[in-house]
């Protein structure tokens, strides 16, 4: 079965400094999505940024970028020039394909503060 | 720009009472997938539709829950009798249909407390 890991509860972080949130994955497919999501106090859930298991480069969204190290297994979200409106839950997810019903799993989250 | 659209926000129930919580996909998507996010944790899968079908409802509780998605109209979780427990954000996703580079797009939830 395809499992998601976010191992940091809660990260704390200068503002306009860069942080890293780790994401570690398990599947079997070679074929697969890995996505990360921002869910502030607010509660709604808000796409940051994909990167595909065949893709060659790292994506890249503005100040978010995917450190996608496949061998490992990784798939950790760096956040450039920390903003305090970054303080949110932060959710590595990825597309289930093995069974074929494409569903999205996620791991349990990182709570991110940013401190001014 | 219409988004995924939930609703209601907000629903109290009493405990036995019935919940449905509606969710409108994105237009063009015909995958819609509903999770339940408890307190301080992670989003857990329930069921993954498509139009008038459901293709996998490995998360649902065998018993009170049920959702569907007709031909016409929102995909509905319906909750029966209620309980305590159940009381959790209900987060409804769509998706294209093909796999692996279809971000899910998400609703803004409905916060169901049960009373």
């Known amino acids: 079965a395809q499992k998601i890991t976010q191992t940091q509860p809660g990260m704390f972080v200068q503002e306009k400094e860069a942080v890293t949130l780790d994401c570690t994955y398990d599947?079997?497919?070679?074929?697969?999505?890995l996505f990360w999501y921002k869910q502030p106090s607010s509660g709604e859930m808000i796409f940051l940024i994909y990167?595909?298991?065949?893709?060659?480069q790292n994506a890249t969204e503005g100040r978010y970028s995917l450190n996608f190290q496949k061998a490992r297994k990784s798939a950790n979200l760096v956040i450039s020039a920390s903003q305090l409106g970054d303080s949110a839950m932060y959710f590595c997810?990825?597309?289930?394909?093995?069974?074929?019903?494409?569903?999205?799993?996620f791991g349990t989250g990182t709570r991110l503060k940013v401190l001014a | 720009n219409a988004g995924v659209m939930q609703n209601p926000r907000h629903l109290v129930r009493r405990r036995g009472q019935e919940a449905r919580l509606r969710c409108s996909p994105m237009k063009g998507h015909s995958h819609v997938y509903w999770y339940r996010q408890l307190p301080e944790e992670g989003l857990k899968f329930m069921v993954y539709l498509q139009k008038e079908n459901i293709i996998d409802e490995s998360g649902m509780p065998k018993e009170r829950f049920s959702a569907e998605f007709p031909k016409e109209g929102p995909s509905i979780l319906r909750i029966q009798q209620v309980v305590r427990g159940d009381s959790a954000a209900y987060f409804c996703?769509?998706?294209?249909?093909?796999?692996?580079?279809?971000?899910?797009?998400f609703g803004q939830g409905t916060r169901l407390t049960v009373v």
């Open positions: 990167q595909g298991s065949y893709d060659q």
């Open positions: 997810a990825m597309r289930d394909t093995t069974s074929g019903t494409y569903k999205y799993i």
């Open positions: 599947t079997s497919d070679p074929s697969y999505g």
């Open positions: 996703a769509s998706s294209h249909a093909r796999p692996d580079g279809s971000e899910a797009f």
